[in-house]
C-alpha cells in the first residue's frame, strides 16, 4: 500500500492524479502542512468500515462486474392457496 500526501493546492490542480493515487492507497491532503483529509478508494472506504455493497448498487452492476450469481427460487407450492374472500 503506497501513501500519496498532498497539499490542498496540489489536489486541486491535478484531482485525477489523487484519485489515481487512492487506488494505490491512501491519499493524505494536507492544509498549511498538516494533515487536513484523507482520500480512499470506495472499496478500501467499505473494507474499513464495515459496508457493503447497497443493494441498488448490487442491481445496478453490469454482468462482467457481477461477483455472485443471484438464482431465486421459483414461487410455488402447498403454501399458495387461493384466497377466501367469503
Known amino acids: 500500500m503506497t501513501i500519496t500526501t498532498l497539499t490542498s493546492r496540489e489536489f486541486n490542480q491535478d484531482t ?3 484519485k489515481k493515487a ?3 492507497g491512501p491519499v493524505i491532503i494536507t492544509d498549511r502542512g498538516r ?6 478508494s470506495i ?3 467499505r473494507r474499513i468500515t464495515g459496508t457493503g455493497r447497497s443493494l441498488l448498487e ?3 452492476q453490469t454482468e462482467e462486474e ?3 450469481e443471484f438464482d431465486p427460487p421459483k414461487m410455488g407450492g402447498s ?3 387461493p384466497a377466501d374472500l367469503e
Open 16 to 18: 485525477s492524479r489523487a
Open 79 to 81: 403454501w399458495l392457496k
Open 35 to 40: 494533515p487536513a483529509h484523507v482520500l480512499l
Open 22 to 24: 487512492a487506488n494505490e
Open 43 to 45: 472499496e478500501e472506504y
Open 58 to 60: 448490487a442491481l445496478a
Open 66 to 68: 457481477s461477483d455472485f
